[in-house]
């Protein structure tokens, strides 16, 4: 067992007041284990509904001064924004603070988060594995984060403190955390999900160019196996360039794997198809 | 809207007594729309349960035997099996009987088919787009086909009497009936589920070759994405083999659609791979 971390934070700033970012700070705030959230983000609209529904306490357009005195930073937007948010940020980050993120990605980036920070600021990368389909703000909910897995990607660098506070804060939403490097994190994600993005967004276009038609046809099968292809595609444009090596190297694997059917197919080889087909099946059926 | 054909089976025999097979049994037996029904099957032991359940009546191990007198004759088997299942039930098939199926595959099955029919019994190709990857008769139930879809595949032999027969059948266990030429069948279905199976199959096994332990960071998304990769192996072996002209056309497409990716990947064009995605999230949106 591990002893609980209590967390308490006076002051959070969220950068990306989205589905993943709103939820936290709707969860944290439920929780009361934290004094004001302040939100950051490009739409105010969006901001001021976020305020509305009374998942932020205010907010503000400009990075630097949501971050001011704020003890948790979370970066919640899409990774392709982290390095030019991080420098507009700095400048409003104080010494102590903790810095945190929800990306999907994590690998290298990781790195540069690090050196991006002012001295005493102290970085954390984190993923939750809680997202969907939907986003914005008017999906957040305060039980998101509850029994998913959070993996937190300490480096050599990374501060002790900082880590335990970071893994307690996912702890407390319900997260069941779990460390490991950001390289070995992006090289599991590109397998279980960056890459089953690709091959969802690839084939409904494959089927659609055949014909448009043919996609009202499809049964429940086609639907969940293609129900990420809905998922947003400006946070899966960001995630799938900053995992590319990953990606490439699985759509090699997987485009062999379909040649294999191919092969099999051509020349009638049913014992080989019933075969490949019978170890998919065991592989996936040990995942409940 | 349609006239209501009323229709009454005095005996049906079912020929393989699994999810489908079974669930048409249960169906019809509920709405009292046949007189007794009889199964028939390779594993006795299933044929012994499907009848304590009382979704069959009796059963036989002898295809003849089980289709002797029999009104309406359901083929339920792997379609592979079909044909020689044909030749086998062949002597028990009385005149004017109706013999129809429920494969996922059509093609030039369905005119082998008709040219195995002794002279007077009439054959309607029917697929009841009603599956799982759940197969076996414990899971049959009663209100299975309640609004799925069912394809008739009718040709210029189809005499129509029997076609409206087997329509009204589908209608009856709550199908919407919709009338297309075999081969456009299969060059549908290989597009909204036999290709997608095929994916399925080959993605979980191209993961589970990076490194096995993989599959157990998977979340929500990836167990819905290769949730049909579960389905058994026998069947979609059969539904492979028999659509493997349109399989493989769908795979060189789906291919080049994946390298398409990589090279806007390899090349960083972030706008161009968000358009892709963009484009297959509109597609997929039409679907619900």
């Known amino acids: 067992m591990i002893a609980e971390v209590k967390i308490f934070f006076e002051k959070i700033a969220v950068l990306g007041v989205g589905l993943i970012g709103g939820s936290l700070a709707l969860s944290l705030k439920q929780r009361g284990l934290c004094g004001s959230i302040v939100g950051f983000g490009r739409k105010e609209g969006s901001l001021r509904r976020a305020q509305e529904l009374k998942i932020i306490d205010g907010y503000s357009l400009d990075a630097a001064k949501a971050c001011m005195d704020a003890d948790l930073i979370v970066f919640a937007v899409p990774v392709g924004l982290f390095k030019e948010l991080a420098l507009k940020a700095a400048a409003g980050l104080k010494k102590g603070a903790i810095v945190t993120d929800v990306g999907s990605v994590k690998g290298m980036l990781v790195f540069e988060m690090e050196s991006l920070m002012p001295q005493g600021v102290r970085y954390v990368g984190s993923h939750p594995i809680s997202g969907s389909e939907n986003s914005g703000i008017e ?53 279980v999900s960056h890459f089953p993005h690709m091959v969802a967004y690839a084939l409904v276009n494959s089927i659609d160019s055949v014909d448009p038609e043919f996609i009202r046809y499809a049964g429940q099968g086609f639907k969940d196996t293609t129900r990420i292809a809905m998922s947003s595609p400006e946070i899966w444009r960001d995630i799938s360039v900053h995992n590319r090596e990953n990606l490439l190297k699985l759509s ?17 080889d049913a014992p080989g198809i019933e075969e490949e087909f019978r170890k998919a099946k065991e592989a996936r059926s040990r995942l409940k």
Chains 1, 2 share one sequence.
């Open 139 to 191: 999906e957040a909910r305060a039980d998101l984060f509850e029994g998913a897995q959070c993996i937190l990607t300490p480096t050599e660098s990374t501060d002790r403190n900082a880590l335990s506070s970071v893994t307690g804060l996912w702890s407390s939403v319900g997260c069941k955390t779990e460390e490991m490097t950001p390289l070995r994190h992006d090289e599991i994600y590109a397998s």
């Open 252 to 268: 090699r694997l997987f485009r062999e794997r379909l040649e294999l059917f191919d092969r099999l197919l051509a020349s009638g």
